[in-house]
């Protein structure tokens, strides 16, 4: 049950109910299992140090007003580089966040100002929509008094997530919003992963953006047409992320390594990768990766690599930018999605 905050917070005299408030949420990449997720097999996801801003502050107007003085921009962090985008197509789905948060605390007609900010790069399978999504219903909702429970942000967060992907997992969004690292079945099943040595992660954008829904519903056909192939590669998705999380409980990055390309092989065969990925993902191990795969949807998007040590990872992202990709180093974020008054 969302908790209703007493009024006055924070430390103020008036009996205003309404503030600005600040929420932050990060990225997200899959170790293994996306796509076969939908289909009811396991998913390892981690969320990362890419981070989507939310300010939200409530005004004596009528309706959900996304600022465009603030650009969403890609940061590419190997350069500094910053490149703004065309946002309309990103936009829709945050109203829609911020109306059925109205809509859940029951203050369907108040007006809300939304100023975003998102630094992770969009369709690229690092879950820019579920980061900015979960940011909008902590901000909007924190903003009017009520404190959604993750849970709550979780199932909420299912509408504007199903307006952009169609019928997604969830697993995109109970990342950014636990953080860390899960293991998710399915939206009952979500549960933290205890990892015994941060794998060393190099991220590498192909820089070629995809389609989720179209992605997915192009699996879920191919499911129901071809169930004998996809009997064989749900169990070995099942098996493959059995290997990775006891691979990250015992710190085994070989291991990791080999079960991702096994991965990548497995997202291959049912038709989601792009050469590009592919290209990305072979130059990353032939530069002494210990294992890469496409993470996220695919037909585009992002490849994550695990790295033997620092050194390694540097020759792995100059290879891959000669590649043409453009490489980011990321961390394991261990929060998830927070806002706080300002
Ligand atoms: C997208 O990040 C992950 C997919 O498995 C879709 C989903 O689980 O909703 C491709």
């Known amino acids: 049950m969302p908790q209703q905050l007493s ?14 408030v600040r929420a932050r949420a990060p990225g997200k990449i ?19 140090d890419f981070y989507s801003e939310v300010e939200a502050r409530p005004n004596d107007k009528s309706g959900v ?8 921009r890609f940061l590419a962090r190997s350069d500094r580089a910053s490149r703004v985008i065309d946002s309309k197509g990103f936009l829709e789905p945050l109203r829609i966040a911020a109306e059925a948060t109205l809509d859940r605390i029951d203050r369907p ?31 909007v909702s924190k903003s009017l008094g009520v404190e959604l429970g993750r849970k709550e942000i979780f199932k909420l967060a299912f509408i504007p997530e199903g307006f952009l992907h169609g019928k997604p997992s969830g697993v995109d969004q109970a990342t950014c919003i636990y953080g860390g690292t899960i293991r998710f079945k399915r939206p009952s099943s979500v549960r933290p992963v205890k ?5 060393l992660l190099l991220l590498c954008d192909t820089g ?24 064989d590669h749900l169990a070995q998705a099942c098996e493959i992320s059995r290997g990775v999380l006891k691979a990250l409980k015992t ?40 294992g890469a795969k496409l993470t996220g949807a695919g037909g585009g998007g992002c490849i994550v690599a695990v790295c033997s040590n620092t050194k390694s990872r540097e020759k792995i992202a100059r290879t891959l930018r000669r590649d043409g990709g453009t490489p980011y180093r990321i961390s394991r974020d261990l929060h998830g999605v927070d806002a706080q008054f300002t």
């Open 30 to 48: 899959i170790l293994s299992g996306e796509h076969f997720v939908v289909l009811g097999a396991s998913a390892v996801a981690m969320a990362i």
């Open 251 to 290: 710190g085994d990055m070989e291991d990791l390594g080999s079960l991702m390309s096994l991965n990548h092989e497995l997202l291959q065969r049912i038709g989601v990768s792009h050469p590009k990925l592919d290209r990305l993902v072979t130059a990353a191990k032939r530069a002494g990766a210990l």
């Open 208 to 231: 070629i953006h995809h389609e989720t829904k179209t992605l997915v519903g192009s699996v879920v056909k191919k499911s129901k047409t071809e169930k004998g192939h996809f009997r």
């Open 65 to 72: 007003r996304i600022g465009v003085d603030v650009p969403l």
């Open 7 to 20: 009024r006055g917070e924070p430390g103020s005299t008036k009996t205003r109910e309404a503030y600005l």
């Open 195 to 199: 990892i015994q040595n941060d794998p």
């Open 109 to 139: 007609t108040q007006g809300v100002d939304l100023n975003v900010d998102c630094e992770i790069p969009i369709a690229a399978g690092l879950g820019s929509s579920a980061s900015t999504t979960v940011a909008i219903i902590s901000a």
